[in-house]
């Protein structure tokens, strides 16, 4: 029988965590090739203004569910740096028709890019599954 431990999880303070999550987030959005519009989208559509100063990633207190974006792109690019080590394959997977039916033959971009949290949830559950994480 296998078991498993639970993890202990520690408050995170969005003030002590958003600027770096920021600055790593905007360069992972840029490696993917995304433009503006589709890293807006990616974090929530926040209006304009705020996103640009979210780019400088200065005095920013971001809110949970945004950090909760950012956490699950975190996970979707491990994994993929996980199963495609090469950047260009990764990129070319998020891009890529997809024949798993959570994709529908759609990409795992548009479907990351519908603006619901949850679609990040199931493109990160889906990899780490692919890697042989929890599904």
Do not use: H
């Amino acid at each position: 029988m296998k078991t498993t431990a639970l993890q202990a999880t520690v408050p995170v303070d969005p003030r002590e965590v958003s600027a770096p999550a920021l600055r790593t987030v905007c360069r992972i959005l840029a490696a993917w090739g995304l433009g503006n519009k589709e890293q807006i989208k990616l974090l929530g559509s926040p209006p304009k203004s705020t996103f640009y100063r979210w780019k400088q990633a200065e005095n920013v207190v971001l809110s949970r569910d945004t950090l909760e974006r950012l956490s699950y792109i975190f996970g979707i690019y491990s994994a993929l740096q996980v199963l495609l080590p090469r950047p260009a394959a990764a990129d070319a997977w998020l891009r890529k028709p997809n024949a798993a039916p959570l994709f529908g033959g759609r990409s795992a971009l548009e479907r990351m890019l519908s603006g619901q949290v949850a679609d990040l949830y199931i493109v990160r559950q889906y990899l780490d599954a692919q890697r042989g994480g929890w599904a």
